[in-house]
């Protein structure tokens, strides 16, 4: 991770090779911040705004060479309609216009405290944070497997140095910039476990971070075998691993630092380290981005990793049923018919359908934890993706309370979710003539059909389901997020957990 640290002072007084300096559209709000960051390029500075050439538009940037160094320019657009995720963005464009050039050392300076005061419902804090959430986000790149080039030198950053030039400001810098370096990295950690292929991580990959994170920050870490998968008669996460030349898993976390008698909330997470489809095979197109398929779980490791950084003062479980799903000769066949471990019978009309039954089986584990509330993490459905696209995670649930939280932390972080309906009319489309449950819907309606099916194995508590099979991998890169994994959900989940206090 760059290094990040908090400074006070204008570009001829902080040493950088670049200085990223946002500006806001508005008349009076531009000259202020030309005033007070940059007053020695007054003359110039005006003079591009009356030629148009840049007025603080938003995604405007623009390179100026100066006495005081590389200046960069970036519009924040209107001060009316700002907002932290705009924020993030020009801190994204600012990095992203830096990589352009040999420049080590960024300087990036934070918006003055008067816009943020005026116009954010947030801190000069959360502000912070979110520029370097944004600056930090957007520099990712999944480079594990790939030979370094010492003579690329554009866009290798040494150093982040956040800058107010608002007197007395310095001292708030640091609690944004050490909650966002905690956030960039528990995102990063689920950006490389989505981006890596499914002969790097396994079930076993799966089980040995989780294990190396629970070593490490002392959260209590179980990892099931099959044969205690077997004690446990997990016919989902079993059914599923028939075909595998792999051992699942099945991964317990438990942070709780303080030994809080409270009640916890559970995530669950999907860990198809590879989605072949089983005997129900993809064709050879949709299938290569299913190494991507266990980014529910990676979305729980990296909520792990931050909230017992930023040690929540809450209980918090992570559960991982993590198998691939392969053609084996002893795979599933459409037509078996799998007893789960609450004892429900699931027919299998489509091997494809495998997050569900993986899913299930977990979301019975996590109700010997008496939770508070019960969230799983899942890439489930093409069908959401149909629905939403890339840009909205898709909610559902039991219990509206939950999902308000989780909309307003999806509003804050950006990482919005968006709720579909759980109506009584779905509930038939997954009735079996033989089973008590199958595990396919009909033609339409996919991504519901497939919370429905998760529904019968959450109990009486309260539950929300977050289908991210749209949010967690792109296939074009934007703002700052990667093309690839994007870590969706960490932040969202993060963000949540922070306003409870069970
Ligand atoms: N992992 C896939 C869903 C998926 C699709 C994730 C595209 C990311 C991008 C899931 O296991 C799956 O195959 N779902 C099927 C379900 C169907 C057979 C009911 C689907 O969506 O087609
Ligand atoms: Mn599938
Ligand atoms: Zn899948």
């Not at 934070?110 to 804090?125: A, D, G, T, Y």
């Not at 990712?140 to 007395?168: C, H, M």
């Not at 956030?183 to 490389?192: F, L, P, W």
């Not at 093309?483 to 922070?498: D, I, M, P």
Request: glycine content about 8%.
């Amino acid at each position: 991770m760059l290094k990040c640290t908090g400074h006070y002072g204008t570009p001829d007084r902080v040493a950088a090779d670049v200085h990223a300096i946002p500006f806001p559209s508005d008349k009076t709000l531009f000259s202020k911040t030309l005033n007070q960051i940059a007053p020695d390029l007054k003359g110039l500075i005006n003079d591009l705004r009356e030629k148009e050439d840049f007025t603080g538009k938003a995604d405007e940037s623009v390179m100026l060479m100066t006495e005081a160094g590389r200046i960069i320019l970036v519009g924040l657009g209107e001060v009316a309609e700002l907002d932290v995720e705009r924020v993030r963005r020009a801190a994204a464009q600012s990095m992203k216009k830096a990589a352009t050039f040999v420049a080590p050392v960024v300087a990036l300076y934070c918006p003055l405290e008067e816009i943020v005061r005026k116009v954010l419902p947030v801190s000069f804090e959360d502000t912070v944070q979110a520029m370097v959430e944004g600056a930090l986000l957007a520099t990712y790149k999944y480079d594990a497997f790939k030979k370094p080039k010492p003579e690329q030198k554009k866009g290798q950053f040494k150093e982040l140095k956040i800058v107010t030039a608002d007197e007395g400001f310095q001292s708030r810098l640091k609690a944004g910039i050490q909650e966002a370096l905690i956030i960039t990295e528990a995102v990063t950690i689920a950006r490389n476990l989505s981006n890596g292929p499914a002969n790097v991580v396994s079930p076993e990959t799966l089980a040995k971070e989780a294990m190396a994170m629970g070593k490490k920050l002392n959260i209590k870490t179980v990892i099931l075998n099959k044969k205690e998968i077997q004690a446990n008669k997990m016919g989902g996460l079993l059914g599923v691993n028939q075909g595998s030349a792999h051992e699942p898993r099945f991964i317990v976390m438990e942070y709780n630092d303080k030994k809080r008698r409270l009640k916890p909330y559970v995530l669950v997470g999907k860990g198809v380290t590879f989605d072949s489809g089983g005997l129900s095979i993809k064709p050879a197109s949709a299938m290569e981005e299913m190494k991507m398929d266990m980014s529910g779980a990676a979305a729980v490791l990296g909520t792990m990793y931050a909230v017992a950084k930023l040690k929540l003062p809450i209980r918090l479980v992570a559960l991982i049923p993590a198998t691939d799903n392969m053609t084996g000769g002893a795979a599933l066949c459409p037509g078996d018919i799998l007893t789960m471990s609450n004892g429900k019978t699931v027919e299998v009309k489509n091997t494809d359908a495998e997050g569900r039954l993986i899913l299930a089986d977990a979301l019975v584990y996590a109700q010997r934890f008496k939770p508070a509330a019960i969230i799983d993490v899942a890439t489930l459905t093409g069908a959401v993706v149909v629905a939403l696209a890339s840009h909205v995670t898709g909610m559902m649930g039991n219990d509206d309370d939950l999902m308000n939280e989780l909309y307003e932390a999806g509003d804050r972080t950006y990482e919005r979710v968006w709720e579909l309906p759980l109506f009584q009319e779905y509930e038939k489309m997954m009735e079996s003539d033989i089973a008590d449950l199958k595990n396919l819907g009909g033609r339409w309606g996919g991504a519901i059909t497939a919370a429905i099916f998760l529904k019968h194995f959450v109990g009486e508590f309260p539950w929300a389901h977050l289908d991210i099979a749209g949010t967690a991998m792109l296939e074009e890169a934007k703002d700052y997020q990667p093309k690839g994994g994007t870590g969706a959900g960490v932040r969202l989940l993060t963000e949540f957990l922070k306003g409870c206090k069970e």
